[in-house]
Nanobody, 123 residues
């Protein structure tokens, strides 16, 4: 069973950048489609981006398109989320999971969640 650990979060000013890492163990991540999600206090978990295990295509939520980039480093068994031009509304706990990726990721299609990492965007 695959297990995930997220890292790279923290506090950043609006307009700044962070790169999150989703490190997998237990199985080769190249066999899984991986998605990034986020959950702000009092809000439902929402999909951010995903990368398909089949053709390595990537999909994004409209709110992060052109600002966030998902990529994978197969040899390191890690999937990254590069976040640029961060906004206050990007503040949330970010989590990765394994599931389906044929469009903007949907929570109910994912499993094997990591613990999550806090990202705070504030001046």
């Amino acid at each position: 069973q695959v297990q995930f650990v997220e890292s790279g979060g923290g506090l950043v000013h609006p307009g700044g950048s962070l790169r999150l890492s989703c490190s997998g163990s237990g199985e080769d991540l190249r066999g899984y489609s991986i998605g990034w999600f986020r959950q702000a206090p009092g809000q439902e978990r929402e999909g951010v981006a995903c990368i398909s295990s089949f053709d390595r295509k990537t999909y994004y939520a409209d709110s992060v398109k052109d600002r966030f980039t998902i990529s994978s480093a197969g040899a390191k068994n890690t999937v990254y989320l590069q976040m640029n031009n961060l906004k206050d509304e990007d503040t949330a706990v970010y989590l990765c999971g394994a599931g389906l990726c044929s469009g903007s990721p949907r929570v109910y299609e994912y499993d094997y969640w990591g613990q999550g990492i806090q990202v705070t965007v504030s001046s």
